[in-house]
């Protein structure tokens, strides 16, 4: 027996049934429990959300930008008023501890939402004077109906993050959360309608990627696709997209980021910076710094101070308060984990401290594993190379500046990176250097609406958050008007 009710898809507004007959299961991670039987869209279902979008998407656009900002800041504020109980919805179907998701996934989803309800206003054309009888002047016109497909590590920050700008811009959009991690998404469905959003304009369609996700990425009127996974996925969607109707696409992707720490760093500020980047949301994080280069001269000293570190580590229930580190989201990604440590030990990296399950009691029926380190590690290991995606950091040391640099950029991956220093001069050289699209000097991890954050290489395409990503949920106009006299050569 599900501890909640049968979840349905959110089109038009309410709640509907998927024509397919069909649920998957959302699994608690911490304790096996079954959450939910959630359906599984339709390729019919798809049909029926793209044709409500569409309608939706007249309402919506036919407001005015205030009234539009307007009921996006009722969004804001309703999440904001149900911030403690969707941070347990998410706690349940994440694993992860209420003392991260209380304070980070629907807060920062909803100041994401409440940036851009805010810019709406500010979206406008130009006025380009081209002679005394004649100008252009631009429009930006929203896409139509778009898409979002979200990962499972912060689902309800992914929704909103893809949400925001592209109803900011006047757009529909049809979201699929990961089928590992569906169920916030569907509160925040409920949260827009509240809200006063028209019926329509956000829908969610459960369902599995091979399947909905898919369908979303081929449909010819689906102008735009956001997505944010694996970059093996995320090869599939864009060839899709382009293949079926030349959709734009935004890509938030895998990396396997470097931290370089300085001789000159504080050694302490390092570990910390480097407990952050590693082992927050039991390492489930895209932008994880998760090859630290340290000095030689410092490797010792440092690795005891991250051993001692991660000796404080509060795993636990992730309904206890006093939890910093909980399960990871699913047994599935629990295997691939340990599938990587086990490489790391056969391939010659030195265990410092965890790598294993956690079993002990109640601890046997979650997906937890221990957080662990390796150092001694080289740049040709599969863990220096392949994201994990988990609690598994990998010390590195280095000799030159020059070295770190070239080995730190050494990757297919380009989506963070960061530096521990006293010598700023040092950090902007360095960092101008790093072939990344995240970058944080002295610090690890913060995002804010204001900062537009996406990867170089095979780490994504396009950027989230900042005002860049608000221009690409509309398309330019431009308009000539020619009062004088028109002279035709026929
Ligand atoms: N760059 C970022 O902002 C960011 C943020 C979070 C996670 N990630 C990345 O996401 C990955 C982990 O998340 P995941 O396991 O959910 O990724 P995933 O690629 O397995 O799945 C992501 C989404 O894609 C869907 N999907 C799967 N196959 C598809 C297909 N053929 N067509 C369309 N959609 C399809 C899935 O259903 C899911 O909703 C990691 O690589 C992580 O780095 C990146
Ligand atoms: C946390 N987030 C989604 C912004 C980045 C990657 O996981
Ligand atoms: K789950």
Known sequence: MARF???????????????????????????????????RAS??????????????????????????????????????????????????DTGKPLSETR????????????????????????????????????????????????AWNYPIQIALWKSAPALAAGNAMIFKPSEVTSLTALKLAEIYSEAGLPDGVFNVLTGLGAEVGQWLTEHPRIEK???????????????????????????????????????????????????????????????????????????????????????????????????????????????????????????????????????????ANGAYVAPTVFTDCRDDMTITRE?????????????????VIRRANDTTYGLAAGIVTRDLNRAHRVIHKLEAGICWINTWGESAAEMPVGGYKQSGVGRENGLTTLAHYTRIKSVQVEMGDYASVF
């Open 103 to 150: 304070y980070v996934d629907i807060v920062t989803g909803a100041d994401v939402l409440e940036y851009y309800a805010g810019l709406i206003p500010a979206i406008e054309g130009e006025q380009i004077p081209l002679r005394d009888t004649s100008f252009v002047y631009t429009r930006r016109e929203p896409l139509g109906v778009v898409a979002g497909i979200g």
């Open 43 to 92: 390729q019919d279902d798809v049909e029926r959300a793209v044709a409500s979008a569409e309608r939706g998407q007249k309402v919506w656009t036919a407001m005015t930008a205030m009234q539009r900002s307007r009921i996006l800041r009722k969004a804001v504020d309703i999440l904001r008023e149900r911030n403690d109980e969707l941070a347990e919805l998410e706690t349940l």
């Open 225 to 363: 696709v956001s997505f944010t996974g694996g970059t093996v996925t995320g090869k599939k969607v864009m060839a899709s997209a382009s293949s079926s109707s030349l959709k734009e696409v935004t890509m938030e992707l895998g990396g396997k980021s470097p931290l370089i720490v300085c001789e000159d760093a504080d050694l302490d500020r390092a570990a910390d910076i480097a407990m952050m980047a590693n082992f927050y949301s039991s390492g489930q994080v895209c932008t994880n710094g998760t090859r630290v280069f340290v000095p030689r001269a410092l490797q010792a000293r440092f690795e005891s101070k991250i051993v001692e570190r991660v000796k404080r580590i509060r795993l636990g229930s992730p309904q206890d308060d006093t939890t910093n580190f909980g399960p990871l989201v699913s047994f599935a990604h629990m295997e691939r984990v340990l599938g990587y440590i086990e490489q790391g030990r056969q391939q010659g990296a030195r265990l410092l401290i965890g790598g294993e399950r956690v079993i002990d009691g109640a601890y």
């Open 387 to 403: 994201e994990i995606f988990g609690p598994v950091m990998s010390i590195l040391v280095y000799d030159s500046e020059e070295e």
């Open 5 to 39: 009710a049968d979840q349905q898809l959110y089109i038009g507004g309410q709640y509907v049934d998927a024509s397919s007959g069909a649920t998957f299961q959302s699994i608690n991670p911490a304790t096996g429990e079954v959450l939910a039987n959630v359906q």
